[in-house]
DNA sequence: AATATTGGGCACCGCCACTATCCAATCAGG
DNA sequence: CCTGATTGGATAGTGGCGGTGCCCAATATT
C-alpha cells in the first residue's frame, strides 16, 4: 500500500505519517521507485501503536521515539527494556536532585531492590518533595499502603509477561509499562468516586 | 512583603509570579499604592500549591485555575470539590466517545457507582481502547486486578479526609487527588523494577 | 533631589506537534 | 505517447503553551 492508504487506514493524515517517518517513530517503506514507496501490515500495527504511546500513553515525539529503540533493538532482554522503558519516560530533570532518604525508607520498608540511580526512585522523592511544597506531607503509613498496592500491580506486571519470543515479551513490557498508567489514574479517580459518594453523599 | 520577596522566598521568577497572579493562580496582593502591593504568608504557601501542581502534578495553567477555583470557593462540599478536581483534569477531549461498556464492566464487577458522565470512566474507557489500538487488549483478569489495587487506594484516600474544617478537606482532596498520582506511578515502576529484577535478573 | 525599585502591561521567545506548500519524478488513463 | 493527477521528500510555517524581557510612570529610599 501506499502512504496514502496507509494514512487512510489509520486514520492519521498523510502530512502526519510523514512527519512521523521523519521523526523515526515509523520505518521507511519499501522504495519501488524515485516516488514511491510501499507499506504493509506492519507499518499499519506501528502506527496505531506510535499513536497510543503520543496519545493517550501521553509519551513526547522524542520519548516514543527512545522507547520505540528499546523495542526495535533485537537483543534487547527483558529487565534491559523495561529499563529502558523507564529511563525514557519523562522523568525529572537533573534539576536539584531531590531527597532520596524518604524514598529510600519505603523501598527498604517493602524490601525492595532496584537501581541506585532508578529513575523512579528520583521521581517518587520529587513527588513527595511535592506534597511536601503544597503543605501535605504524606505519612508513613499512608505511602507504604500505596507501595503495598503499586508492588501487587507491579507484581503482576512483570508475572504476566510472556516468555515465548524476546520480541514479544519486549513489545509486551512497554506497552504495559506506558499504557496501563492511564488505566490505574482512572481506576483510583472512580474508586475515589465510588467511595467519596459512599461517604460524603450516602449514595448520592 | 513585596513581589521581589515573594519571588525570592519561594525561588520562582518575579516574571513568572506576575504570569500567575494575571492567569489568576495566585490572588492579588493588597495594594498599598499605585506601585506598591503587599503579600503574606498565604501567597507563599499559594505559590507553593501552585508550583506544585503546576511541575510534579502535571496540571495545565488552565487546569490548575479550573482546580484552584474549587478550592476557593467556600461552600464547596467535598464530594463536589473531587468531581471538580476530575472534571478538570486532563481528561480525554469529546472526539470520538470511546466504547464504555467494558470499563462499565470493570465497575459493574466491583460494585462501584459512579455517575454516568464520569470523565474518568471516559478517560478508562479511552486507555482501553489504546490498549486495543496497540495490539496488547488487557484481560478482564488484569483490569480486575488494578481495579482492585486502585480500590483499595482510593477507599483509603477518601477515609483519610480530615473532617474538622470544609476548607481543609477541600484542599486535602484536591492536593492528595493531583499530586499523590506521580507518587503511584512512581511505586508501580519501582516494583515492576524489583520483580523484574528478581525474575529476569537474578536480583541481578 | 537623586537613585533604585516596583507594579503593571505588552511583546516577545523557545519548544513542540503538527501542517501546508513546493518540486521533480512517476504512474494511470486515454 | 501524451497529459494530468499523485507521490515521496524537503522546507517552511502554524498555533498553542509556559514563561520571559522590556518599558513606563509611580513610588520608596538615601
Redesign the interface.
Known sequence: MQISELARRTGVPVATVKYYLREGLLPAGELTGATRARYDETHV?RL??V???L???GLSVATARTVLAAVDAPGT???EA??AA?RA?PGVGPGDPPDLDRAHA??DRRG????AD????R??A??????D????P?GDD??D?????????????????PTGSLQEAV??VV???V???????????????????R???G??
Open positions: 500495527e496505531r501503536l499513536r497510543a504511546l496519545g493517550p500513553g532482554a527483558v529487565h523495561l529499563g523507564h519516560l519505603v523501598l525492595w531492590r532496584v537501581a532508578s529513575p523512579a526512585l521521581a517518587l520529587a513527588a513527595l518533595a511535592a506534597l511544597a503544597a503543605g501535605q504524606p499512608l505511602l499502603r500505596y507501595a503495598e498496592a503499586a508492588g501487587r500491580i507491579g507484581e503482576q506486571d512483570v508475572a504476566d509477561v513489545r509486551f506497552v504495559h509499562t499504557l496501563l498508567e492511564p488505566v490505574l489514574l482512572a481506576l483510583r479517580r472512580l474508586a475515589q468516586e465510588d467511595a467519596s459518594g461517604r460524603f453523599c449514595g448520592c
